[in-house]
Structures are given as C-alpha cells and as structure tokens.
C-alpha cells in the first residue's frame, strides 16, 4: 500500500510517473487530499530545497522535481477546490522595476509553491504600484523582490518603502538577488533576505511563524 513517506521520496527524487502513481493511489486508499499535499508533496520539495541550498542539486534536478510535484497537483488541485481547501498562505512575486532577469525570480516561486504558498507571479520589471495593487487584492502574506543588477536596487528600496506605506497589516517584504545583501536589507527596511533560493524557503515559512 502507498505511504506519504513513498509520495516525498518519489517527488525529491523527481520521479514523475512515480509521483503520479502513488498520489493516485493515496487517493484511491482514502486519504485527504490535503493530507496528500501537505504531508506527502510540500515534505518532498523541502527536501529539495534544502539539497539546493547545500548545492547538492542544481536547478535542472529542482526543475524536474517540480515538474513531477506539478502532475500531482493537477490531479489534486480539482479536489481541493471542491472541498474549499487553499494554499495556506499568499505570496506575491516579481523583479524589480527595470531589472528584465527572472530565473532566481523563478526558482524561488516554484520553491514557495512546493511550500503551500499560493504564488502571484508578476513577472519581470515590476514597479512599487504594481506590487502593491497585488498585494492587496491577493490579500497577500508576503512579497518577495528579485534584483540582478546594481542599477536596479534604487527601484527595489523604492518599493520596500512604498509597500511598507501602504498600510498592508500582516504583509511582509523579502527581498534577494546577486548584488543584495542583508546589510541593504536593513537600510530599506526589508523584513527579510535570501541570498538564494532554498534560503528563500526557510525564511518565508519562519516569517509565517512555521518550524524549518
């Protein structure tokens, strides 16, 4: 019989048909499919993750891995929806305005999803307005800033500030990215920093008070 421990081990391994299989047959055996998420796939990419973070893997071996969490998803997603169960928290997601690189962006927004975050993804180049307007209308638990290039840190301090002037009760800001520092961080009045993306994940779930 399929066990949520065989579930994780089959997603960190990045074993789609095998993902697949078992979430099919966890379901079929009766377990919740909230059970099937939080217990057998969230478990799975945090061991993802943190193998990231050790560079122990590297972004192809997390792409797979997510890959093979997403197939389970789509089978789970339109039970959970019947059932009225959400990701647990919100995230919303972009690069800083003027700033064009997204693969840091990327990495960390399939990381938080492996989390239980429901994640706004605005893209590339995105102004304080922009994020903020998310923020709210997600009702958003956190925000998180990428910026690759020294040119485009003015515009992330920019919207640390105006996201923290807009009066969005319980929203945090992160922020990351080559040139950012916890120093900086600091300075704008960010609420957190991840130098990479398994980091990003601790730091999220420690900021929503989670263990990690």
Known sequence: MAALSDLTAAVAAGQRPETIRLTQELLAAGTLPQDVVERGLVPGMAIVGERFRRNEIFVPEMLIAARAMKEALKILEPLLVA??????????IGTAQGDL??????????LWR????????????????????????????????SALLTTTMPAMKEAVIA????????TKVVIGGAPVTQDFANEIGADGFAPDAGTAVELARRLMGETT
Do not use: C, M
């Open 83 to 92: 059932a009225g169960i959400q990701p647990k928290y919100t995230a919303v």
């Open 101 to 110: 690189h997204d693969i840091g962006k990327n990495l960390v927004a399939i």
């Open 114 to 145: 492996g989390a239980n975050f429901k994640v706004i993804d605005l893209g590339t180049n995105v102004s304080a307005e922009r994020y903020i307007a998310a923020a709210r209308e997600h009702q958003a638990h956190l925000v998180g800033i």
């Open 163 to 170: 996201l923290k002037a807009a009066g969005l009760t319980g």
